[in-house]
């Protein structure tokens, strides 16, 4: 299941720790964000370490598709009904800052960057797509509404916005990461204030950034409550046609598109964890229908956190967690939120002021919808009499036999037949 990106990127190896540390500023977490947050850190003159549990960029960065777009499906027009308009501004302007921060750094580092359209397209009903067109109207956004679209499928249309990128993820941060001081194989097991404990050796640092994906530490923060977990698919597809942009589907439940060189990635299948769902038998149909003469090369899967109110929780982890941050719950849209958090989180970390700190403040209200359901969804599986059982907090785990794994339908943590973790919150202990 490896992805192309991971194929095709010479990332570096670091040894793990192995004995005691002191740094200004720890970063725990070696995927996007966290190299980010470590890279950003280091550019400003801040002390700092980073630590990864395996390998650099192992989880959902080396098996994303790799959009950097602001427009992250029909989320504007939600925001703005959340928050209201100013603060939904606020949020687009974060991710142009962030895509505007990739065009410049992409031009000094080799990662195959494009600059694409970005399409939003609905199948059958044009209402949401006006409403999505005046919220992103109103705040600025240089949207417009596509009518013809080269899709195989008929559509009801497409919100689009110019000048979005995609690049070669691995490429990008295989640059960043090679001078930073970066420690593999090193899982952080425990924080308190000033200390974190690892395998092998105790951390101290005044401040501590946990990017990894999930937020690991149970007792801080509400994140079983504000955090459910998304798979996605992907197929690559060899005589696929060019898009001439990058397309997604405004439901969320169907496909998404985008060329990579000689390659067209065809996304979809997706599920909550734990549930059933497509997966690459939804797209492998799909491909075969819409694409007899092409032929697949590749596939691969990613995870993603979905946020309470569609916006990300970047900040202070928790109320009573001086010196300790987060990131996570970018709803599909990492590597802006990724390029977004990295600058935010160095803000807070030297005391500066940041526009955008309120409106991603992770300890904003989670009186949402969607925390109804991931309520319901952790009793249900808590009180379901089976095993195995996740070490997290004790859910029933469901049989993936797509990916032949166990995953959790409460929180996301997935593990393999002999009980590894492969994706978090779940920190190293084996199901029970």
């Known amino acids: 299941m ?7 990127a010479d990332l570096p190896r ?54 950097i777009t602001s427009q992250h499906g029909l989320v504007y027009h939600r925001l703005m009904k959340e928050f209201g308009a100013d603060a939904a501004r606020l ?25 694409k359209d970005n399409f939003v397209y609905a199948l059958d009903s044009r209402a949401e797509l006006e409403k999505e067109l005046e919220a992103l109207e109103r705040i600025g956004a240089p949207a417009r ?19 979005q990128g995609q690049f070669h993820p691995l490429k990008f941060l295989a640059a960043l990461v090679k001078d930073l ?4 194989h090193t899982r952080a097991l425990e924080w308190s204030p000033g200390l974190v404990r690892a395998e092998r050796g105790i951390i101290r ?28 698919y992907v197929l690559a597809l060899e005589n696929g046609p060019d898009a001439g942009g990058m397309y997604v589907d405004a439901s969320k439940t169907g496909m998404s598109f985008r060329n990579f060189g000689s390659l067209l990635l065809l996304g979809g299948g997706g599920h909550r964890t734990g ?15 819409y694409y007899p003469h092409a032929k697949v090369t590749g596939r691969w899967a990613a995870q993603d956190c979905m946020s309470l109110d569609g916006a990300p929780y970047i900040g202070q982890y928790g109320r009573r967690t001086p010196g300790l941050y987060t990131a996570s719950g970018f709803n599909k ?65 469901k049989y993936n036999p797509q990916e032949h794994t166990w995953d959790c339908p409460c929180h996301g943590s997935r593990f393999r037949s002999d009980g590894a973790v492969l994706d978090g919150p779940a920190n190293g202990d084996k199901p029970m």
């Open 145 to 163: 509404f596509a009518g013809e679209l080269p899709l195989p499928f008929p559509t009801a249309g497409a919100v689009s916005l110019p000048r």
């Open 181 to 184: 001081p970066v420690y593999e």
């Open 333 to 397: 849209w990492g590597m802006t939120g990724a390029m977004a958090a990295s600058e935010l989180l160095a803000d807070l970390v030297l005391g500066r002021e940041n526009p955008y700190a309120g409106i991603f403040d992770p300890s904003r209200t989670i009186l949402r919808p969607q925390l109804a359901a991931n309520v319901l969804e952790s009793t249900v599986n808590l009180l379901t009499p089976t095993v195995p059982r996740c070490p997290h907090l004790g859910c029933a785990l």
């Open 275 to 289: 549930k059933q769902g497509g997966g690459w038998q939804e797209l492998e149909d799909a491909a075969r229908r």
């Open 91 to 115: 949020c687009w302007q974060a991710q142009e800052a962030a895509l505007e921060r990739y065009r410049e750094l992409c031009r000094e580092i080799p990662c195959d960057f494009e600059e």
């Open 205 to 232: 640092a005044e401040k501590v950034i946990a990017a990894t994906h999930f937020p690991f530490i149970t007792n801080h923060g509400g994140y079983f409550l504000k955090l459910c977990q998304h798979r996605s």
């Open 2 to 8: 490896e992805s192309i990106w991971t194929r095709t």
């Open 14 to 67: 670091f040894q793990p720790l192995d004995g005691d540390l002191k740094t200004d500023v720890l970063v725990i977490g070696g995927g996007i964000t966290g190299i980010l947050c470590a890279w950003t850190l280091r550019r400003r003159g801040v002390d700092c370490a980073l630590i990864e549990a395996d390998r650099l960029c192992g989880g959902t960065t080396g098996h994303t598709t790799a959009k």
